[in-house]
């Protein structure tokens, strides 16, 4: 079945850091993939997406590439904030049903 | 802006109480789902419906059951509480049956039961 595997965390940077959060996937056919960013005491929002192989998506300074070599999605922020403090989750799409990872904990340090 | 809404945000409640937690939207989707989400953040599908009067249990298996009788409103309840319910609740809605389009999540209802 389909499956997704990201990074475990908490990720623990400071600010005007780098982040990376990988994600790779497992999927029959071709579905799209996402990126949701959970804050505190919130539900999940849709932070990016890309629906075939090579698409990016961005939002907020956060990008993620399709890339369907390597069944990944792995997310990037050139310049992190604290107030990205969340947890991020990757998504696959493309049945009725997507599935998603665990979730990986962002703590931006001042 | 919130499309869709859970209410109560919070809730405390007794061993043994009947209680439903609500979720309404008003972007006229068809698919909505209930997830519950575990202290360690996994999400697990508990029922999901595909429209009015469809209703099938997901991935975990949960003592709840829920209704579609409307379109926009997809209530949840558990008949009798436990311990073991406690937990945060997130409801979810969406356009695209393949969700292509990704979902939009409620801010979610964190229940306690003591």
């Known amino acids: 079945g389909d499956s997704v595997t990201q990074m475990e965390g908490p990720v623990t940077l400071s600010e005007e850091a780098f982040l990376t959060i990988n994600c790779t996937y497992t999927?029959?056919?071709?579905?799209?993939l996402f990126w949701y960013v959970q804050y505190p005491g919130e539900g999940l929002q849709l932070l990016l997406k890309a629906t075939k192989a090579d698409d990016k998506g961005s939002n907020k300074g956060f990008e993620a590439t399709y890339r369907k070599e390597t069944t990944s999605f792995h997310l990037e922020k050139g310049s992190v904030q604290v107030s990205d403090s969340a947890v991020y989750f990757c998504?696959?799409?493309?049945?009725?049903?997507?599935?998603f990872g665990r979730g990986t904990s962002l703590i931006v340090h001042p | 802006e919130a499309d869709i809404y859970q209410t109560p945000r919070y809730l405390v409640i007794g061993t043994g109480k009947k209680i439903t937690l609500e979720c309404s939207q008003t972007?006229?989707?068809?698919?909505m789902y209930w997830y519950q989400q575990d202290p360690g953040m996994e999400l697990h599908l508990i029922h999901y419906s595909y429209g009015v009067n469809s209703t099938e249990k997901g991935d975990l298996s949960s003592e709840s059951t829920v209704s579609r009788i409307r379109t926009e409103h997809f209530p949840l309840t558990l008949e009798s509480a436990r311990p073991s319910h406690t937990s945060q609740y997130l409801c979810?809605?969406?356009?695209?049956?393949?969700?292509?389009?990704?979902?939009?999540f409620g801010s979610g209802t964190r229940l306690t039961v003591v």
């Open positions: 972007m006229g989707h068809d698919k």
């Open positions: 979810a809605s969406s356009l695209d049956g393949r969700v292509y389009d990704g979902y939009t």
């Open positions: 999927a029959t056919g071709y579905p799209s």
């Open positions: 998504a696959l799409g493309g049945s009725y049903i997507p599935t």
